[in-house]
């Protein structure tokens, strides 16, 4: 069965801290995975999106990887500040049985900053 | 920046009633999806939309539902009998084209069926 799952459910940290929040899939076939960040009440907006060669890639301070093989990949947040306390969400895009993408989304987790 | 908008962003009704949520594309993009989110839950796909017909749609996407593109700029969901587990952020989201792939979000509209 095809599922994301993310960890933690919840993390609160102190502003300026590092952190890192994990994605783990069983989609299969794998198209793509990417990390989007939801402001409560507010619609997803795309982070970084990364294919199966990819291992890394980077948007300001957000830092995503992939490890394909294990189907594990990870969001790393450097210098956290108040604006980034968020949902983080982990979607996975495969194929159906009939061809067609579909996106696989996980629960996400959610950050909050604290100062 | 262009931006997707949906209205309105909030909605009340009645169980029973027709709602019709509408969102604005981005002018420049050619296919368009429906979301939505019970609170505390995942983001389920319910429909996607190109070139004026519906090209994918999930289980939860059954008779009540329907969607179209009536002007060529607005792009709507209706809910012809709104259930009590209507109640949901319902997200638009469109996509300039298929090699692009990153779908840019509306803000949603948050219906509450009463």
């Known amino acids: 069965k095809n599922q994301v799952e993310q960890s933690p459910q919840s993390l609160i940290i102190l502003e300026g801290k590092n952190c890192t929040l994990q994605?783990?899939?069983?989609?299969?076939?794998?198209?793509?995975l990417r990390w989007y960040k939801q402001d409560t009440g507010r619609g997803p907006v795309s982070l970084t999106i990364?294919?199966?060669s990819e291992n890394t890639k980077s948007n300001g301070r957000y830092t995503a990887t992939l490890d394909a093989d294990t189907k594990q990949s990870s969001l790393h947040i450097t210098a956290s500040q108040l604006s980034d306390s968020a949902s983080y969400i982990c979607v996975v895009s495969g194929f159906n049985a009939g061809n067609n993408r579909k996106l696989i989304w996980g629960l996400g987790t959610s950050l909050a900053v604290n100062p | 920046e262009p931006e997707v908008t949906q209205t309105p962003s909030h909605q009340v009704t009645q169980m029973g009633q027709e709602v019709i949520l509408r969102c604005v594309p981005i002018s420049n993009h050619l296919y368009f999806y429906w979301y939505r989110q019970i609170l505390g839950q995942k983001v389920e796909f319910l429909v996607s939309?190109?070139?004026?017909?519906?090209?994918?749609k999930s289980e939860i996407f059954d008779d009540q539902f329907s969607v179209e593109r009536p002007d060529g700029s607005n792009f709507t969901l209706k809910i012809r009998s709104t259930k009590l587990e209507d109640s949901a952020m319902y997200f638009c989201?469109?996509?300039?084209?298929?090699?692009?792939?990153?779908?840019?979000f509306g803000p949603g509209t948050r219906l509450t069926v009463l």
């Open positions: 939309f190109y070139n004026n017909e519906i090209s994918e």
């Open positions: 994605c783990n899939y069983t989609v299969s076939p794998f198209s793509n």
């Open positions: 989201a469109t996509l300039r084209d298929r090699g692009t792939d990153t779908q840019y």
């Open positions: 990364m294919t199966f």
